[in-house]
């Protein structure tokens, strides 16, 4: 497997037609991996065989940031040794990037600046922070879901509490309101199709 070295030039005043610096966190391009944070480079090296050359991850490798000139030129490198080698764009999530299918830097660039700017709408997406590695946007990713997941819960606990707060309140209401009063414990409702039973005593029958 043979690598290749590259002059790792970061002037960017030839990507003019690219995003800037600022744009490259710009929520106008949403789900791409320009601007994801979980883009990362590892550097590889052509291999030949039966006469095909294919590109292929240097094993044992760190999954390395992604700068933004190399995000809006396509041109990974990667210090490999004492030298700067090129790198191929990798997705720290494990979700697929494109790019890289072709053997020559120069393609290669096209390539990646292609798959950078495509709207793959990701659900994987993390907002890039410059200087941070691919590692650290997962890591603190997957900790503000857990954060969140765990106030959904919280939110869901207290409102079963308050309602079962709300419900004991009433219950207790009711239990208050039917301690009646034992000397009108008698007293009965009268419905249209009841009469109230007499208690008076009836009078004797006169003879005429």
Not at 122 to 138: A, E, I, N, T
Not at 199 to 208: G, N, S
Request: charged share 20%; aromatic share 8%.
């Amino acid at each position: 497997m043979a690598p290749i070295f590259i002059n790792a030039n970061t002037d960017s005043s030839d990507d003019s037609s690219w995003p800037s610096r600022e744009a490259v966190s710009a929520d106008t391009i949403r789900g791409r991996c320009l601007s994801c944070g979980l883009l990362g480079k590892r550097p590889f090296a052509i291999e030949t065989q039966q006469g095909a050359a294919e590109a292929k991850f240097i094993l044992d490798t760190p999954v390395s940031e992604v700068s933004p000139y190399e995000r809006r030129s396509g041109r990974l490198s990667v210090i490999f040794g004492q030298r700067f080698i090129a790198g191929m764009p990798i997705c720290f999530r494990g979700l697929s990037v494109g790019g890289h299918a072709s053997t020559t830097p120069e393609t290669m660039e096209a390539e990646n600046r292609a798959a950078f700017q495509e709207a793959k709408g990701c659900d994987g997406w993390v907002q890039y922070r410059q200087y941070l590695s691919p590692q650290w946007h997962l890591e603190n990713d997957e900790m503000q879901r857990l954060e969140a997941a765990s106030r959904r819960r919280d939110r869901n606990a207290n409102f079963v509490l308050g309602g079962l707060a709300l419900a004991g309140l009433i219950l207790a209401g009711v239990q208050a309101w039917t301690q009646i009063d034992p000397g009108v414990q008698d007293v009965r409702i009268v419905t249209p199709q009841q009469s109230v039973p007499s208690t008076a005593t009836p009078e004797p029958l006169r003879d005429e």
